[in-house]
C-alpha cells in the first residue's frame, strides 16, 4: 500500500536556510543544498523549500537553489513562496523542482491553480492553505477560516469550500497549514486536518505544530492526512527522520522504511 | 550516448540530471539522426496521454519508436511514457502506439482504505513494486524497494507474461513491464531514490536482451 509522506520542510532566505541542523558538525548548516542532500540521505519521502525571501527581485537566488538541489537528491521536491504567475511556476519547475506550491496569490486569483494545472499538469500545483479556527458561522460553516499575511489577514472565506474549490479547479494536492497550531511543536490540529482530508479526493499534507513523533501518528491516523510536514523537530536535532519512521511503523503506520 | 525523446511532455531534465549523477551520457533530443545513433532511449512522460501522442506525432517520433524497437535498441519508458506504449488509454479516449497489446485505465472512483476513506487519486507517493519475474533491470535492487507514484492511470496489459511488477493501490495494478528491448515502468525511477538509481544504472548497461 501506498506509504505516508515525512517531508521536511526548510526555509529559504536569500539562498540560505533560517535554522540550521544541530546534530551533525560536517555540512553547511546554512546551505539549503547541503541541508536537501542530508535529509535525502537520512529517508525523507520528499523535501519543501520555501522561499521567505521579503524582495520579489532576489529570486534568481533561490532559482540557484532549486538548480543545485535537483542535481543532488533523487526524490520529489516542491518549492513554494512568492509564486504569483505562470511565468514563476514555469522557472522553478525548469530548475528542476517537481511541484509548486501556491497559497494567498491563489487566494487572490484562483484562476491561477486552473492555468498550471492546464499548463504542467494537476500533479505539479500544490495548493497551500494557511488556516485559523474561528468557530462555525454562517459565513464559514466548517469553523475554520482561510488567512494570508501569516494569518494577520483574514479571507472570509470557509477553508472546507476552498479546498474542494480548488480541487475542482485543478489542484493536485493541498498543503494545510494551521495558523493556530504553527510553531508550538504542541501537535497538529488534528480536527481540521480530518475535516479536509477526508473532504477532498486529492492527497492532504498536514503542516503546523509538529513536536514529537506521537504527533505525527496523530495526524497521519486519526488526522487522516497523506503525509505530514515537519520542520523544528528535525532541523535541531531533536530526532532524525529515520527515529520518526520507526516509530511510525512500530505503531502501524505505512513509511517508507529502506532507501 | 542514451537519447532522452524530447516530445514537449513533461519534466525531462530530471531523467537527464539522474543519468548525469550516474555517468551516462545522455541527451535530450528529437532530431532523428540522433536519436538513431543512441545507444539506447529513455522515453519519459509527465501530464496527459492525448497531448503526448499529439506530440510524438507532430515530430514523427511515433514512427521512429517503433521502428527503434523492430531494431532490438533498449528502450526504457517511464509514466505516461509506458502508458502511451499500449493500445488505448481512457484518459480521453487516446488511441496510442500499440507497440503493446492492451489498454490503460483510469483508477475507479470509489476505492477505499481499510480505515473507510475514499482513496485518493491521483496516486501520489511511494509504494512497493513486487517483482513478478527476474529481470536485468531490477538487478540488486532489495524486494520490498518503494518507488515514487503519481498517475491517476494505469496499464492493463492483454498478455500477462510481460507484466513484471505489479503495486497495490486499491486494486493490484502493472507497474512494470518487459518485453524483449522493451522495459517500462509507471513509477519514476529518476525520482525514487536508491532502488530508482539502480533500476536507471541496470538499464544503461541492459544489453535489451531479457
Given at each position: 500500500?501506498?506509504?505516508?509522506?515525512?517531508?521536511?520542510?526548510?526555509?529559504?532566505?536569500?539562498?540560505?536556510?533560517?535554522?540550521?541542523?544541530?546534530?551533525?558538525?560536517?555540512?553547511?548548516?546554512?546551505?539549503?543544498?547541503e541541508m536537501g542532500?542530508?535529509?535525502?540521505?537520512?529517508?525523507?519521502?520528499?523535501?519543501?523549500?520555501?522561499?521567505?525571501?521579503?524582495?520579489?527581485?532576489?529570486?534568481?537566488?533561490?532559482?540557484?537553489?532549486?538548480?543545485?538541489?535537483?542535481?543532488?537528491?533523487?526524490?520529489?521536491?516542491?518549492?513554494?513562496?512568492?509564486?504569483?504567475?505562470?511565468?514563476?511556476?514555469?522557472?522553478?519547475?525548469?530548475?528542476?523542482?517537481?511541484?509548486?506550491?501556491?497559497?494567498?496569490?491563489?487566494?487572490?486569483?484562483?484562476?491561477?491553480?486552473?492555468?498550471?494545472?492546464?499548463?504542467?499538469?494537476?500533479?505539479?500545483?500544490?495548493?497551500?492553505?494557511?488556516?485559523?479556527?474561528?468557530?462555525?458561522?454562517e459565513k464559514i460553516?466548517?469553523?475554520?477560516?482561510?488567512?494570508?499575511?501569516?494569518?494577520?489577514?483574514?479571507?472570509?472565506?470557509?477553508?472546507?469550500?476552498?479546498?474542494?474549490?480548488?480541487?475542482?479547479?485543478?489542484?493536485?494536492?493541498?498543503?494545510?497549514?494551521?495558523?493556530?497550531?504553527?510553531?508550538?511543536?504542541?501537535?497538529?490540529?488534528?480536527?481540521?486536518?480530518?475535516?479536509?482530508?477526508?473532504?477532498?479526493?486529492?492527497?492532504?499534507?498536514?503542516?503546523?505544530?509538529?513536536?514529537?513523533?506521537?504527533?505525527?501518528?496523530?495526524?497521519?491516523?486519526?488526522?487522516?492526512?497523506?503525509?505530514?510536514?515537519?520542520?523544528?523537530?528535525?532541523?535541531?536535532?531533536?530526532?532524525?527522520?529515520?527515529?520518526?519512521?520507526?516509530?511510525?511503523?512500530?505503531?502501524?503506520?505505512?513509511?517508507?522504511?529502506?532507501? | 550516448?542514451?537519447?532522452?525523446?524530447?516530445?514537449?511532455?513533461?519534466?525531462?531534465?530530471?531523467?537527464?540530471?539522474?543519468?548525469?549523477?550516474?555517468?551516462?551520457?545522455?541527451?535530450?533530443?528529437?532530431?532523428?539522426?540522433?536519436?538513431?545513433?543512441?545507444?539506447?532511449?529513455?522515453?519519459?512522460?509527465?501530464?496527459?496521454?492525448?497531448?503526448?501522442?499529439?506530440?510524438?506525432?507532430?515530430?514523427?517520433?511515433?514512427?521512429?519508436?517503433?521502428?527503434?524497437?523492430?531494431?532490438?535498441?533498449?528502450?526504457?519508458?517511464?509514466?505516461?511514457?509506458?502508458?502511451?506504449?499500449?493500445?488505448?488509454?481512457?484518459?480521453?479516449?487516446?488511441?496510442?502506439?500499440?507497440?503493446?497489446?492492451?489498454?490503460?485505465?483510469?483508477?475507479?472512483?470509489?476505492?477505499?482504505?481499510?480505515?473507510?476513506?475514499?482513496?485518493?487519486?491521483?496516486?501520489?507517493?511511494?509504494?512497493?513494486?513486487?517483482?513478478?519475474?527476474?529481470?536485468?533491470?531490477?538487478?540488486?535492487?532489495?524486494?520490498?524497494?518503494?518507488?515514487?507514484?503519481?498517475?491517476?492511470?494505469?496499464?492493463?496489459?492483454?498478455?500477462?507474461?510481460?507484466?513484471?511488477?505489479?503495486?497495490?493501490?486499491?486494486?493490484?495494478?502493472?507497474?512494470?513491464?518487459?518485453?524483449?528491448?522493451?522495459?517500462?515502468?509507471?513509477?519514476?525511477?529518476?525520482?525514487?531514490?536508491k532502488p530508482g538509481?539502480?533500476?536507471?544504472?541496470?538499464?544503461?548497461?541492459?544489453?535489451?536482451?531479457?
Amino acid at each position: 500500500m501506498l506509504s505516508k509522506r515525512i517531508i521536511p520542510c526548510l526555509d529559504v532566505r536569500d539562498g540560505r536556510t533560517t535554522k540550521g541542523i544541530k546534530f551533525r558538525d560536517n555540512i553547511d548548516i546554512g546551505d539549503p543544498v547541503e541541508m536537501g542532500r542530508f535529509y535525502y540521505e537520512q529517508g525523507a519521502d520528499e523535501i519543501v523549500f520555501y522561499d521567505i525571501t521579503a524582495s520579489s527581485d532576489r529570486r534568481p537566488i533561490m532559482l540557484d537553489v532549486v538548480r543545485r538541489v535537483a542535481e543532488t537528491i533523487f526524490i520529489p521536491f516542491s518549492v513554494g513562496g512568492g509564486i504569483r504567475t505562470l511565468e514563476d511556476m514555469r522557472d522553478v519547475l525548469l530548475a528542476g523542482a517537481e511541484k509548486v506550491s501556491v497559497n494567498s496569490a491563489a487566494v487572490l486569483n484562483p484562476d491561477i491553480i486552473g492555468q498550471g494545472a492546464e499548463a504542467f499538469g494537476n500533479q505539479c500545483i500544490v495548493l497551500g492553505m494557511d488556516v485559523k479556527k474561528v468557530g462555525a458561522s454562517e459565513k464559514i460553516p466548517c469553523g475554520y477560516e482561510i488567512v494570508i499575511n501569516g494569518g494577520r489577514t483574514h479571507m472570509g472565506i470557509d477553508a472546507l469550500w476552498w479546498a474542494k474549490e480548488a480541487e475542482r479547479l485543478g489542484a493536485g494536492e493541498i498543503c494545510l497549514n494551521s495558523i493556530d497550531a504553527d510553531g508550538t511543536q504542541a501537535g497538529y490540529e488534528l480536527e481540521l486536518t480530518r475535516l479536509i482530508s477526508t473532504g477532498v479526493r486529492i492527497p492532504v499534507i498536514a503542516s503546523g505544530g509538529a513536536g514529537e513523533p506521537q504527533h505525527l501518528l496523530d495526524v497521519l491516523s486519526h488526522g487522516r492526512a497523506d503525509a505530514a510536514l515537519i520542520a523544528s523537530m528535525v532541523h535541531y536535532g531533536t530526532y532524525t527522520i529515520g527515529e520518526i519512521k520507526n516509530f511510525l511503523s512500530r505503531n502501524g503506520v505505512g513509511v517508507r522504511r529502506s532507501w | 550516448m542514451i537519447a532522452i525523446l524530447d516530445y514537449k511532455a513533461g519534466n525531462l531534465t530530471s531523467v537527464m540530471r539522474a543519468l548525469d549523477y550516474l555517468g551516462f551520457p545522455c541527451r535530450i533530443t528529437n532530431s532523428h539522426d540522433e536519436i538513431r545513433k543512441a545507444d539506447r532511449v529513455v522515453f519519459p512522460g509527465v501530464g496527459a496521454a492525448g497531448k503526448s501522442m499529439e506530440g510524438l506525432g507532430e515530430l514523427g517520433l511515433d514512427k521512429l519508436l517503433r521502428e527503434l524497437f523492430s531494431a532490438q535498441v533498449p528502450i526504457l519508458g517511464i509514466c505516461v511514457g509506458l502508458q502511451v506504449l499500449f493500445d488505448l488509454s481512457e484518459e480521453n479516449q487516446t488511441r496510442c502506439l500499440g507497440i503493446l497489446p492492451g489498454a490503460v485505465r483510469r483508477f475507479p472512483e470509489n476505492m477505499r482504505s481499510d480505515e473507510g476513506d475514499f482513496l485518493k487519486i491521483p496516486h501520489m507517493g511511494w509504494n512497493e513494486v513486487k517483482f513478478r519475474k527476474n529481470h536485468p533491470v531490477f538487478r540488486d535492487i532489495p524486494a520490498g524497494s518503494e518507488f515514487y507514484f503519481v498517475h491517476s492511470y494505469y496499464p492493463q496489459p492483454e498478455r500477462e507474461d510481460i507484466s513484471i511488477g505489479t503495486t497495490e493501490y486499491g486494486i493490484t495494478f502493472t507497474s512494470a513491464v518487459a518485453f524483449r528491448n522493451l522495459v517500462a515502468v509507471q513509477f519514476h525511477p529518476e525520482k525514487s531514490g536508491k532502488p530508482g538509481l539502480r533500476l536507471l544504472d541496470n538499464f544503461c548497461r541492459w544489453s535489451g536482451v531479457s
